[in-house]
């Protein structure tokens, strides 16, 4: 998802401890979508209760949600909101990619071959408006808040911390940067160990920190700049223009200063980019839809609510849930508002 601008910054290795005591606004949706990538079966088979219903999303919400809280992380889930009508596309695309996986999954399955079902499975995941809602229950009942975006959920976070509410985004998605992130964070909420493509073996996975404005000023550009190197090579928003990744565009526009410089020295034939989508991509990422009304508030764990919804509900193991809860009791009560009136 996104923009792979990561060859162009500094990945600085970090830990959960360096961010003991502080506050992350984690982008929902992307999380989610790599609970449910993720957290499935050796066959691909997402986790499911007795009904047959998906609780990879509950899974990873409430074990990797605890993995922070136990670190005295505070974490904040901010959920996407209405998409904006140029990423109409991009939906359209990645649904038929997931209907073109599931049926590969399929014919992997009915050939014996795992590696690959889970392979392909794991491309199939979809975040639906039942597991948003479900997720919100668990974390509600958590104590973990959480905030609804009106559009684009990794952008509120941005906004989040570029305020002061929240110390860095938690996301996979490198358009945090594009959105001012001045800190991200990957890997927070991913597993510690992930498999190698195509081979029998997995690497040891770490958080990582990226840091906007020093990797701005290594690469001698503003983040203005940055918008149009990520309009050059495509977003969720546009079609970039065809041969031009991340380290080619930075080059052009280093040379040329804007985008409009740069596509006059591109082949007319090349360029299917007019100056109004351009502007509109650019006011996406540099003037993104957000609340600024919101409530952050961690609050003690209503045991009895997680029990019913996950055990209850869903057929979690009761035994392995209260264990988990005691996790939570590591955050304070801590309390932070904003209103239009603290603006």
Same mark, same amino acid.
């Given at each position: 998802?996104?923009?792979?601008?990561?060859?162009?910054?500094?990945?600085?290795? @970090?830990?959960?401890?360096?961010?003991?005591?502080?506050?992350?606004?984690?982008?929902?949706?992307?999380?989610?979508?790599?609970?449910?990538?993720?957290?499935?079966?050796?066959?691909?088979?997402?986790?499911?209760?007795?009904?047959?219903?998906?609780? *990879?999303?509950?899974?990873?919400?409430?074990?990797?949600?605890?993995?922070?809280?136990?670190?005295?992380?505070?974490?904040?889930?901010?959920?996407?909101?209405?998409?904006?009508?140029?990423?109409?596309?991009?939906?359209?695309?990645?649904?038929?990619?997931?209907?073109?996986?599931?049926?590969?999954?399929?014919?992997?399955?009915?050939?014996?071959?795992?590696?690959?079902?889970?392979?392909?499975?794991?491309?199939?995941?979809?975040?639906?408006?039942?597991?948003?809602?479900? *997720?919100?229950?668990?974390?509600?009942?958590?104590?973990?808040?959480?905030?609804?975006?009106?559009?684009?959920?990794?952008?509120?976070?941005?906004?989040?911390?570029?305020?002061?509410?929240?110390?860095?985004?938690?996301?996979?998605?490198?358009? @945090?940067?594009?959105?001012?992130?001045?800190?991200?964070?990957?890997?927070?909420?991913?597993?510690?160990?992930?498999?190698?493509?195509?081979?029998?073996?997995?690497?040891?996975?770490?958080?990582?920190?990226?840091?906007?404005?020093?990797?701005?000023?290594?690469?001698?550009?503003?983040?203005?700049?940055?918008?149009?190197?990520?309009?050059?090579?495509?977003?969720?928003?546009?079609?970039?223009?065809?041969?031009?990744?991340?380290?080619?565009?930075?080059?052009?526009?280093?040379?040329?200063?804007?985008?409009?410089?740069?596509?006059?020295?591109?082949?007319?034939?090349?360029?299917?980019?007019?100056?109004?989508?351009?502007?509109?991509?650019?006011?996406?990422?540099?003037?993104?839809?957000?609340?600024?009304?919101?409530?952050?508030?961690?609050?003690?764990?209503?045991?009895?609510?997680?029990?019913?919804?996950? @055990?209850?509900?869903?057929?979690?193991?009761?035994?392995?849930?209260?264990?988990?809860?005691?996790?939570?009791?590591?955050?304070?009560?801590?309390?932070?508002?904003?209103?239009?009136?603290?603006?």
């Amino acid at each position: 998802m996104g923009v792979d601008l990561g060859e162009l910054f500094t990945r600085e290795p @970090c830990a959960f401890e360096d961010f003991k005591d502080r506050v992350v606004a984690l982008d929902g949706y992307n999380i989610l979508h790599q609970f449910l990538s993720s957290i499935r079966q050796r066959d691909g088979t997402p986790l499911k209760d007795s009904q047959g219903r998906i609780t *990879s999303h509950l899974s990873g919400l409430l074990y990797r949600t605890a993995n922070m809280a136990a670190a005295k992380i505070h974490p904040v889930y901010v959920f996407d909101g209405a998409p904006h009508p140029f990423k109409a596309r991009t939906i359209q695309q990645r649904r038929e990619r997931k209907e073109q996986a599931e049926r590969e999954w399929k014919e992997a399955l009915e050939k014996g071959d795992l590696e690959k079902a889970k392979s392909k499975a794991q491309q199939t995941s979809r975040v639906t408006t039942e597991i948003i809602e479900q *997720s919100k229950q668990l974390l509600d009942a958590l104590g973990i808040p959480y905030i609804q975006a009106p559009s684009e959920g990794e952008a509120q976070a941005c906004y989040m911390v570029q305020k002061g509410d929240a110390f860095a985004v938690g996301s996979q998605d490198f358009d @945090c940067l594009l959105f001012g992130a001045p800190v991200l964070i990957r890997n927070l909420t991913s597993s510690e160990k992930r498999k190698l493509p195509n081979k029998q073996a997995y690497t040891t996975v770490h958080p990582e920190r990226i840091r906007l404005e020093p990797g701005l000023q290594k690469l001698g550009i503003s983040r203005e700049q940055l918008v149009d190197i990520a309009i050059l090579i495509g977003t969720d928003f546009n079609d970039g223009v065809r041969g031009y990744g991340p380290k080619k565009s930075l080059k052009l526009l280093q040379e040329k200063g804007n985008l409009e410089n740069a596509l006059s020295t591109i082949a007319e034939t090349d360029v299917s980019l007019t100056s109004e989508e351009i502007a509109v991509v650019r006011k996406i990422f540099l003037e993104p839809a957000i609340t600024k009304e919101y409530s952050l508030q961690w609050t003690k764990p209503d045991s009895s609510a997680v029990i019913h919804l996950l @055990c209850d509900e869903h057929q979690f193991s009761r035994d392995r849930i209260e264990p988990i809860l005691e996790n939570f009791s590591s955050l304070n009560q801590v309390t932070k508002q904003k209103n239009l009136f603290d603006f």
